[in-house]
């Protein structure tokens, strides 16, 4: 018998799906009729084929807002019937984070692209003009891959896509569980909420951000290929340039974004730890980078134009790389935040093979492209049939390169004859460098990165033979390769740095020389009278900056004065060359960002300071070197660095308990004097466990990072429990004059007092009343007086107790020894004065508001530049 | 000969140097056992944790250390010393990878993965990291 569900919203899932079958169709419509309107170009029929393709991609955009539209209703709304929204949110929410909960998921983040790719699309459909036909099918192709990955169409065993507008009772970790045969099971029904961590700010801006940088290198990528098409292999770079630049300003603004959110949110203290997922965005910036420099060499001298496809090509490879990386669950064991695998990793391989195939269909032509089609057809069978065979896949992939390359190097060659020999002083030569260096840098990146892919690849026969060869020749490099079990390297970051600062060097030096080059050939007069103040200034500068940071190993000052050389020069440029126009200073403002990067980098990571020192009696000896955590009891005061620290007590505001924690510092009067306070907290969870995030002090200088590594979580009534227990009492024999020390407080025996107030306690004639005037000095320095009482009355005595609620401390004079002058005093403190305390790690980052001005200037410094082109070249199409 | 022969000559060396110097530089994925035939040298280990017994960390004493047993994929279980704080719920988390070395009986591990279930991105599960050493983030 069918179950008739109460309060599902089924209906409005069937529209999702409406509008995910139509933004598919849509998208391949356009592909296929922007195809034919190139074919049938200057024809009759060109007119009505571009008429269907808009109107394909009409109806995709539309559909693509349509899904969007839905999803967001759903979460608002709270409709747990829908496993996406059942996973991704929860009732009890912040509202303003439900955009984190629409790209949390896979599903939402390739709609957010998807979403990105469209808008951009259609800014490209107006500006292309006749390179419109060729560059949209591409763009619509790329589309309709990315609408197939939310399809959720199961053909036979293989799934094509997930939906979003799967019900939970339909989801196959759901549809046999007891409950969802209930019909009401919607009635108490709450989500599974959002991951803690992206409960952040820079959540809500960090995605989308990234994510339009991820769609800009689709355009650059759509010319070039549009080019090959076309067998135009010049005029595209022009038209493209702007593409380029957007994304890498774009691009590079989302990967700081997400190192600001690393900063600010998660616990690892830092805002780059060359994880999997960090390095998987950064690769394709970096080649990106390469790519618009190169396009520039070229219009200059008509020079390098394989390259510039090439790295323009591998810029959008490489994002789909990356993508495939987080998002098909092979990173598995190595990367914090990855995605995990949804089944997709066929259908991304699909989409990443088909797009290094492309190119190289469109250099052949006749004879040649049929036998390849055939060639890389029956390749691709045999490799999907046998689940993506390494070896046939790893052809296809190289085949299809070498294709590329070699006919692109043809055609080049018919058409012009072989390339010039750049001049050793010119700036293309020099920037052409500087491209490779950066291609290198990527390269050495994405391999490291990429080792979950080549244990894959290793693993059988590679490994046998890589067995079969240490046999014959044992060393270290061959066995590890026949183990196909390699992990991360064990300190990460050491392995990167110890290549990419070289590379950082060499791509300083060039930087902040660069601008002086002349294009073709520089009068070397002018050369060294130009670069001579540069690098005098630069040096005198490296020399008082590494001095007073006290840096000394040779890598770091050098990389010091190539980052100050980069500022310098630029600068430099920028106030006598260009005397500080602005239309022309956008390069040299990027750059400069740039180079501050690097200087910030360097100063804020290389000379970060770890002041929760712990000077604990326990010395682990040298297995344990890492003593960065510390313990502070509550009302404890610790010297930290240049600051004394007191943790003063939690508090609890909604699901966060945050820990207040004073930082002080010696005034003039040489007593401690609160400079700021700093509320790290725990966020409690108690369904995907309690996330700790820290709070940091921003001064123009240097940061302060703290944060609770851990801290007992109590539940209410632990708590009441705490408050209300007392510990063991500790008794000590005092002198006047005499200090003993609670977990919080510096217990002084001020004085006796033997004129006790007759009528306060109730004595009467003949008592011998005596009080102990104790003076409670809290680390905050706020002095309380309490005075226990010791009464003999005949034989028999009796204590009068004093209880100090605000430092849950209590005293007793329980014995006094008139010949010793001692008195017996007994502390006791309560159970919660134990309990509370917090394990912190506090980390002082020197300039890194350094790094941060870079990226807004660089940001600022690329935008300028694409405006500049755009506006150009504008002016020339009205002029024209 | 050309520049541009000697640029690619140098690029594929450098190459050649990065891909050689990142396979020798990797760590392995091991088992207990494996790592105890190479004492001293660091691997990757990965594995369960043993909730029946103690998980001990003093802060008190020393707030840089917390122990714990783990059973490997082979079923060999080994008593583990951390050198950093312990991972806000640490209990909760399915599967550890931890990368360190053995010494004696024990695996010193100064780095933990965790994966704890139903966490982070995605539906299954997701994955969580503590480093000790103080030069392990940027």
């Known amino acids: 018998m069918d179950i008739v569900y109460q309060g599902e919203h089924t209906g409005w899932g069937t529209l999702g799906n409406l509008f995910t079958v139509l933004s598919f169709s849509g998208a391949l419509l356009a592909a296929v009729a922007y195809t034919f309107a190139h074919r049938y170009r200057s024809t009759s029929e060109e007119g009505s084929w571009r008429k269907i393709a808009r109107t394909g991609y009409f109806l995709h955009s539309i559909s693509v807002l349509g899904i969007i539209g839905v999803l967001f209703y759903l979460l608002f709304n709270h409709y747990f019937e829908f496993h996406y929204v059942w996973q991704h949110s929860n009732t009890a929410m912040p509202m303003q984070y ?6 949390e998921g896979q599903e939402g983040s390739f709609l957010l692209w998807t979403f990105w790719n469209m808008v951009l699309g259609h800014i490209l459909m107006r500006s292309a003009r006749e390179w419109e036909f060729t560059t949209m099918a591409i763009v619509a192709v790329v589309q309709a891959f990315l609408a197939s990955m939310l399809l959720g169409v199961y053909i036979g065993d293989v799934h094509i896509g997930s939906n979003p507008f799967l019900l939970l009772r339909e989801h196959p970790d759901f549809r046999d569980l007891p409950f969802v045969q209930q019909a009401d099971y919607l009635k108490n029904l709450d989500g599974r909420g959002l991951n803690p961590l992206l409960q952040n700010w820079w959540m809500t801006i960090h995605p989308p951000t990234l994510f339009l940088g991820f769609s800009a290198t689709l355009f650059p990528f759509a010319y070039a290929v549009a080019g090959i098409w076309r067998a135009e292999l010049r005029s595209w770079i022009k038209p493209a340039l702007p593409w380029t630049f957007f994304g890498i300003s774009i691009l590079g603004t989302g990967i700081l974004m997400g190192g600001a959110w690393a900063y600010e949110a998660l616990s690892f203290g830092g805002f780059w730890a060359w994880d999997p997922v960090e390095n998987a965005s950064l690769v394709p910036w970096l080649t990106l980078v390469a790519g618009g420099h190169v396009m520039l060499v070229n219009q200059r001298n008509g020079q390098s134009l394989i390259t510039a496809i090439f790295l323009i090509f591998i810029s959008f490879i490489l994002i789909l790389y990356s993508t495939f990386l987080t998002r098909s669950g092979i990173l598995g064991e190595s990367s914090v935040h990855a995605f995990t695998d ?20 469109f250099v052949l032509r006749d004879k040649a492209l049929i036998i390849w089609l055939a060639v890389s057809g029956s390749l691709l069978v045999i490799s999907l049939s046998a689940g993506f065979m390494k070896l046939v896949t790893f052809a296809f992939l190289s085949v299809s390169l ?81 183990e196909a079990k390699l992990a991360p390297q064990q300190d990460v970051i050491k392995h990167y740095n110890a290549w990419q600062i070289p590379f950082a060097i060499v791509t300083g030096l060039l930087i902040g020389s660069g601008q002086f080059l002349r294009y073709k050939q520089t009068p070397r007069a002018e050369l060294i009278r130009r670069l001579g103040v540069v690098t005098a200034v630069s040096l005198i500068l490296t020399g008082i900056c590494g001095a007073l940071l006290e840096i000394k190993e040779v890598m770091l000052v050098m990389l010091l004065f190539a980052s100050i050389f980069a500022v310098a020069g630029n600068a430099q440029f920028l106030f006598t060359v260009l005397k500080g126009k602005l239309p022309k200073a956008g390069p040299s403002i990027a750059h400069i960002g740039f180079g501050l990067i690097l200087l910030g980098s360097l100063i804020s990571a290389g000379k970060k300071q770890f002041i929760s020192r712990n000077v604990s009696p326990f010395d682990l000896g040298k297995d344990f070197p890492n003593n960065e955590n510390i313990l502070l009891a509550r009302n404890d005061t610790v010297k930290m660095g240049d600051y004394l620290v007191s943790y003063r007590g939690d508090s609890t505001a909604g ?32 369904r995907m466990g309690n996330v700790a995030e820290p709070a940091t002090k921003h001064y123009l200088h240097k940061d302060i990072f703290t944060h609770v590594t851990y801290a007992k979580v109590e539940t209410p009534e632990e708590k009441r429990k705490a408050e209300s227990g007392w510990q063991e009492p500790s008794d000590h024999e005092l002198r006047v004059g005499d200090t003993v020390f609670t977990s919080n407080a510096m217990v002084i025996l001020t ?37 226990p009482v010791y009464m003999i009355r005949g034989f028999s005595t009796a204590t009068i107790d004093t209880v100090l609620d605000q430092k849950g401390l209590a005293f007793s004079l329980w014995k006094i020894d008139p010949e010793k002058e001692r008195f017996h ?8 004065n134990a309990a509370d305390f917090i394990i912190l790690k506090a980390i002082i980052f020197p300039g890194i508001n350094i790094l941060w001005l870079g990226c807004v200037l ?23 | 000969m050309k520049k541009g022969h000697i640029v690619a000559i140098a690029i594929i060396a450098v190459a050649i140097g990065m891909i050689i110097s990142t396979f020798l530089d990797s760590s392995t994925y091991a088992t207990f056992e494996e790592a105890m035939e190479q004492p001293g040298k660091e691997f990757h280990v990965s594995g369960k944790l043993n909730l029946q017994k103690d998980m001990v960390y003093n802060p008190e004493q020393n707030a840089n250390l917390f122990s714990f047993y783990l059973v490997d994929s082979e079923g060999l279980e080994k008593k583990v010393m951390f050198n950093g704080s312990k991972p806000q719920d640490f209990e909760r988390s399915e599967s550890v990878v931890i990368t ?28 969580k990291e503590f480093k000790s050493d103080p030069s392990a983030s940027l």
Request: aromatic share 12%; net charge positive.
């Open chain 1, 858 to 880: 660089m940001g600022i410094g690329t935008g300028m530049a694409v405006w500049v082109r755009v506006r150009q070249q504008y002016r020339k199409r009205a002029q024209a």
């Open chain 1, 98 to 103: 439900i955009l984190s909960c629409f790209w």
């Open chain 2, 100 to 127: 360190g070395k053995m010494k004696g009986d024990a695996f010193l591990a100064d780095k933990i993965l965790m994966k704890c279930p139903s966490k982070y991105n995605d539906g299954k599960e997701g994955l």
């Open chain 1, 402 to 482: 070498y294709i590329m390359l070699n006919g692109l190097r043809k055609m080049l060659t018919a058409a012009e004859g072989p390339e010039q020999e750049e001049n050793i002083s010119s700036r293309e030569f020099w920037m052409f460098v500087g491209a490779l260096v950066l291609l290198i840098s990527a390269f050495q990146i994405t391999f490291s990165t990429s080792t979950p892919v080549i244990n894959k690849f290793l693993a059988g026969n590679l490994a046998s033979l890589f067995a079969w060869l240490n046999d014959l020749m044992p060393n270290e490099l061959f066995a590890k390769l026949s």
């Open chain 1, 825 to 832: 005093i007994r502390i006791r403190e309560k159970t919660s």
């Open chain 1, 655 to 686: 699901i966060n308990i945050y820990y207040k924690v004073d930082y002080l510092q010696n005034g003039e009067d040489g007593k401690p004097k609160k400079v700021f306070s700093l509320n790290p907290f725990i966020q409690t969870n108690p």
């Open chain 1, 342 to 361: 949804l089944g997709m990793s066929g259908q991304l391989l699909i989409y990443l093979l088909f797009f290094v195939w492309l190119p190289s269909a």
């Open chain 1, 751 to 787: 004085g006796v007092n033997k004129n006790i107030d007759a009528t306060r306690y109730g004595t009467q004639e003949g008592d011998i009343a005596v009080g102990a005037e104790l003076k409670v000095l809290g680390v905050d320095n706020e002095a309380s007086m309490v005075m």
